[in-house]
């Protein structure tokens, strides 16, 4: 394949075979890194502002500190003039949304167990104050021995980095998340009408920020970036969202796939009990519908409290009957 901007600063390491996939903001490679002998992923990210440099840079130095089986491994980060690589773990396997298009079918044994794994990686990634924010079946795989692992952070906010990138899965996402999305394009329409000139006033108000630091963040960007609305300086909509109950209640919605085979409908009103949908254990059907509350509040309150919660399924019966005509009063 053709040379690539990392070739001419990595070649001595690292031997790229094949392009995975690319798209907008870069593209995935699969390469054999000599060092560690073994195969690694380069993910490239085209540098979109003045500081996705440093915050991609901390993003990865956080992921590194993550040692978890079911998050993949990251190894290094360099940048180049105009882009970023960054060097993780390769993980065999094949991703849930392929299997699930396929029509594969899962036991609630099989459910229950991949539900514990990915609660531990969601412990391992809060702990970090690291939200992935796109837990959905494509960025899970099953791996050749039956574990799962939890991958692509291209849409994950690490603690109080700028928000540059904002993901929107319908059925998986959480209802605010959803919402929030909703108000960024309304304003996003709403905007494009005007000048780029104008637009960035508006933008800086919003934001609560200078409109000339706003105008020089922006004239780095390409042309399209000042056509289109920056959600980085849109930080206030974001306000009030619950990062850790957002992830819960996505990998909440993913596993109600896996379990039922119906994938979630874009609006969370909308869902259909799983007890409607086929015969499941008492226990986890009500975990997955306490983590798809649309109330964020009525959800576990955090990763450690669902991953005890699947730990001790046996005790969750009781507890469900008393608890259920309370949340859905509340509901």
């Avoid at 952070?153 to 603690?159: D, E, K, P, T």
């Avoid at 000048?195 to 780095?220: E, F, I, M, T």
């Avoid at 499941?280 to 519908?289: A, D, F, R, W």
């Amino acid at each position: 394949m053709s040379k690539t901007p990392y070739d001419k600063h990595f070649s001595e390491h690292i031997h790229i075979e094949s392009e995975l996939g690319s798209g907008s903001s870069g593209a995935v490679y699969k390469a054999w890194h000599k060092r560690l002998r073994k195969y690694v992923v380069i993910k490239e990210s085209m540098h979109a502002s003045i500081c996705s440099e440093g915050t991609k840079r901390n993003e990865v130095e956080a992921l590194k500190n993550i040692k978890n089986a079911y998050v993949p491994q990251v190894f290094d980060f360099f940048a180049g003039e105009d882009r970023s690589y960054t060097v993780m773990e390769f993980v065999e396997g094949e991703s849930f949304d392929k299997l699930l298009k396929r029509g594969g079918k899962f036991t609630s044994a099989q459910v229950v167990k991949w539900y514990r794994q990915l609660a531990s990686a969601l412990v391992a990634l809060h702990r970090q104050t690291i939200f992935h924010r796109d837990i959905k079946p494509a960025n899970i795989m099953l791996k050749p021995g039956g574990e799962v692992c939890l991958i692509d952070f291209n849409a994950a906010l690490v603690g109080a980095n700028e928000i540059n990138v904002f993901s929107r899965s319908l059925g998986y996402a959480s209802p605010e998340q959803l919402e929030v999305f909703r108000r960024l394009e309304d304003a996003r329409a709403r905007y494009t009408a005007l000048s780029v000139q104008d637009a960035r006033a508006r933008y800086a108000a919003l934001a609560g920020q200078d409109a000339l630091a706003v105008q020089d963040a922006l004239a780095v960007q390409d042309a399209r970036a000042e056509q289109d609305m920056p959600i980085l300086f849109l930080p206030p909509m974001l306000h009030g969202i619950d990062w850790k109950r957002s992830d819960i209640y996505s990998l909440g919605a993913t596993m109600y796939h896996l379990l039922t085979g119906e994938h979630p409908p874009e609006r969370a009103e909308e869902v259909i009990p799983i007890n409607l949908l086929g015969h499941y254990s008492e226990s986890i059907t009500y975990i997955i519908e306490r983590s798809m509350r649309i109330n964020p509040a009525l959800r576990f309150a955090s990763a450690p409290a669902l991953a005890r919660a699947l730990r001790n399924t046996y005790s969750i019966p009781s507890a469900c009957r008393r608890n259920r005509l309370r949340v859905r009063r509340l509901r």
